[in-house]
């Protein structure tokens, strides 16, 4: 952990000021410029919805917090880092510079064995970013100066390092694109199904006795392969299989990574607009699309699933009043990806002010669909029941703009892995009438799409 006197200097004490300078580009691609970084930091982010995708190279700035003020810690490290920034390029929203990071599950994260490298909260500005949207495409760099030196002299040498950089992006001189997967040579399930089913049964006991309404609890397993993982053969299988989800990956360190392709927005803020969602209640997909019509139509009549979903919509809704001018509540429907369906609600807003991401992130996080409700009682429920820490699966997980706006994703279908080893996560609401066996049923069907990611040879 840092020195308190390195937490208490501002940012452009310990970095410098930001200087960021943008080219736009085009003939390069996210797979080459990930694989160009193989040996260094690395970072990806995909929204299904607007066609917005970016990549980090190697890193600029790093920002980290503890606490229950781990929010506005990230906040105000983020404000004071952009607002002290000569930010060359701004012609275009894509050419600013982003950070990506997020959030354990619980302000009370002390990092472990699994996630050794990984604060509370960890945001990082990487030293290159390639951004692309629809048939636009930019590369930034940045860097730090001393906040006493003019940017302006430095802005054509910067220039000329993006020059260099796109020739040999283009040139394909750097790392060769990865090819298969290493070999997965053993898979352990830490939990076995009798601690599963007492601990189901401990939930609905407190469900019965009045004490909390709904519940999410998790289990994990260990994959090990026979060399380090490799993660690009995961994010392309994640492209193929799972387009519509928000696929992301965070390697703070070289081979220690955190990724995942997950459907369920947590929240977007552009300006005053914001855009979130309700996503609980989960059933198989079919193998015909008549299988299909009718496993979504048998969940959105089940009453355990509508049960579940309509704590997380009414709780979401409670938690957004406070901060927005007005909510639209959109009817519900099936959310599909490959082999799962969830019922889904889309929630737009406006708020009161434009606040930024964070506050509404602060807000929200642990929604029902991944904690519980009460909050506070499921959040200790959680802490007391699961062998295994969570880390940062089931969290916030996403990217804040130079404006402090930005885009998070709920951390689920997400993996995380050092060296030869990864941990996939997969959890199920727990209500009244919640069946051991089929919630155990439900959690290895959410485990699917990275057990399947991970298998590729």
Known sequence: ?????????????????????????????????????EGQTRFYWENHDDHVAFAGAGTAVELMAWGAERFDKIANYARELFEGAQIDGEGNPLSGPRLIGGFAFRDDFTPDNTWSIYSPAFFALPHYQLASCGDTMWLTINTQIPPEESPAPLIPDLRAALQQKIAQLKAGEW???????????????????????????????????????KVVLARAAELRFDQPVRLLPILRQMATHYANCYRFLFEPRPRYAFYGASPELLASV????????????????????????????????????????????????????????????????L???S???????????LLKRPIGILPVVEALHPTPALGGDPRGMAMRVIRKLEPIP????????????????????????????????????????????????????????????????????
Request: charged share 25%.
């Open 175 to 213: 790392a060769p694109v990865e090819g298969r997967q290493s070999a997965l040579v053993d898979i352990d399930y830490p939990m076995n199904y009798p601690v599963w089913e007492r601990m189901i049964n401990d939930a609905t006991e407190r469900i019965h006795a009045g004490t909390l309404r």
């Open 390 to 457: 969570r880390g940062w699966y089931g969290a916030p997980v996403g990217w804040i703009d130079s404006q402090l706006d930005g885009e998070f994703a709920v951390a689920i279908r997400s993996a995380v892995a050092q060296e030869a080893r990864a941990w996939i996560y997969a959890g199920a609401g727990i209500v009244a009438d919640s069946v051991p066996a089929r919630e155990w049923e439900e959690t290895a069907l959410k485990f699917r799409p990275m057990l399947d990611a991970h298998s590729l040879r």
């Open 335 to 337: 959310l599909k990806v």
């Open 1 to 37: 952990m840092e020195s308190s006197a390195l937490r208490d200097a501002t940012i452009n004490q310990r970095y410098g000021r930001l200087l960021s300078c943008s080219l736009p580009v085009d003939g390069i691609s996210f797979a080459g410029f990930l694989a160009a970084a």
């Open 270 to 333: 552009r300006g005053r607009q914001l855009d979130t969602m309700g996503l609980a209640g989960s059933a198989a997909r079919g193998e015909t699309a008549d299988a299909d019509r009718r496993l979504g139509e048998d969940l959105l009549a089940s009453a355990k699933d509508c049960i579940e979903h309509e704590i997380v919509v009414e709780k979401m809704r409670d938690r957004l009043r406070p901060v927005t001018e007005s909510l639209e509540i959109r009817p519900r429907e």
């Open 339 to 349: 082999n799962i369906q969830h019922i889904h609600t889309p929630i737009r807003g």
